[in-house]
């Protein structure tokens, strides 16, 4: 059996590796997707995304049998809430759309869903902290990255500025985006946090 | 569930990281246990019980 230890280094290399692929999918689909004549391929390569989405989740289940009762426990219980709020969510927000509310789709959901699951988790990983006394080196963590990430962004747009090209936002948001897991696979891979 | 965890694991002279890697869990699961924020299952309880050569009511007791 794989030390529990070795958990989360796993699943950052799989969950990020399938995360790539999607992007690579999401986005080349579009520009691919004018040279193909065929339906069956346009059809294919336009639901192609679909591979790294189970590919995620495929890696969410081994991650999950790497872990430890504990954290299992956990991971179930933020599913469980991420689950209720989405369910309350969506059956309220029907009737909102019959008030005249915008029109939702099944995405939406997801999105509803997993930043549920995400803040559960969090809070979860928090009470531990807590638990540790180690409150206040976290929330100094947590400072320290939101920094890093600010400056590394910044640093970034004011290249792009001075070189004359354009940074859009969600260009700004891919930087922000890879400078995090950067943070985060320095925080899994130091020996120091090699825990699930 | 109250339990003994934490005095058997310092009379060992062993940080919760040590008692981590030799139960297979994580550091933060010896935290838990040792805290009483988790009661853990029957075959975690036995592995305890074994690693300390102590019957598993030696180690927990109902709170």
Request: hydrophobic share 55%; proline share 3%.
């Amino acid at each position: 059996m794989a030390p529990v230890s070795q958990a989360p280094r796993r699943y950052f290399i799989e969950f990020n590796a399938a995360m790539l692929l999607y992007i690579a999918a999401a986005v080349g689909r579009k520009f691919v997707i004018h040279y193909v004549d065929d339906p069956t391929l346009k059809t294919l390569i336009l639901i192609s995304p679909i591979v790294p989405v189970l590919l995620t989740a495929w890696a969410v289940v081994r991650f999950y049998k790497r872990m430890d009762e504990y954290h299992r426990m956990q991971l179930l219980e933020a599913l469980a809430v991420s689950a209720g709020v989405t369910a309350v969510v969506s059956a309220s927000w029907s009737f909102l759309e019959d008030a005249g509310f915008p029109h939702l789709q099944m995405i939406d959901a997801l999105m509803v869903m997993m930043l549920t699951w995400g803040a559960v988790a969090l809070y979860m990983g928090w009470k531990d902290k807590v638990s540790e006394g180690r409150a206040l080196s976290a929330l100094k963590s947590v400072a320290a990255t939101l920094v890093y990430v600010a400056v590394g962004t910044a640093t970034y747009a004011l290249i792009m500025s001075w070189a004359g090209l354009q940074h859009p936002w969600y260009v700004l948001a891919l930087v922000a985006t890879v400078l995090f897991i950067a943070r985060m696979g320095f925080f899994i891979f130091s020996k120091k946090s090699a825990s699930c | 569930m109250l339990n003994s965890l934490r005095d058997l694991r310092a009379e060992r002279g062993w940080s919760q990281a040590d008692l981590a890697d030799k139960l297979n869990v994580s550091r933060q699961t010896v935290n838990a246990l040792e805290t009483g924020r988790y009661d853990p299952s029957l075959p975690l309880a036995f592995a305890i019980a074994k690693l300390f050569k102590l019957k598993i009511e030696d180690i927990f007791q109902s709170g």
